[in-house]
């Protein structure tokens, strides 16, 4: 199984990123999609989650501003984030619980750098 995200990068304050991370390799299903995100000299936190039905749960810090999504038939979350500051610059990591042939485990993406300069 690999999760390979992309998207990240350079924005202004105020600007708009959008996060794509697709899964792959001998995939039967996969339950819950999420970011999390981790900046210099911090812990890891979550940002946003989706359940394979829709469900969604946000970070406080993120609400109304950032969106998360899923295509179940491209095996493929997205992270929309609008109104950026710099407390979002961190590098972002895509999560998913995922059930293949070889079991059921949680995968983490290799992360992607977002600077939000001021």
């Known amino acids: 199984v690999h999760l390979v995200e992309s998207g990240g990068g350079l924005v202004q304050a105020g600007g708009s990123l959008r996060l794509s991370c697709a899964a792959s390799?001998?995939?039967?299903?996969?339950?819950?999609m999420g970011w999390y995100r981790q900046a210099p000299g911090k812990q890891r936190e979550l940002v946003a989650t989706?359940?394979?039905?829709?469900?969604?749960n946000y970070a406080d810090s993120v609400k109304g501003r950032f969106t998360i999504s899923r295509d179940n038939a491209k095996a493929t979350v997205y992270l929309e984030m609008n109104s950026l500051n710099d407390e979002d610059t961190a590098v972002y990591f895509c999560n998913a619980d995922i059930l293949s042939f070889t079991g059921r485990s949680t995968w983490w993406g290799q992360g992607t750098q977002v600077t939000v300069s001021s």
């Open positions: 989706v359940s394979s039905d829709g469900w969604t």
């Open positions: 390799g001998g995939i039967i299903g996969i339950n819950t």
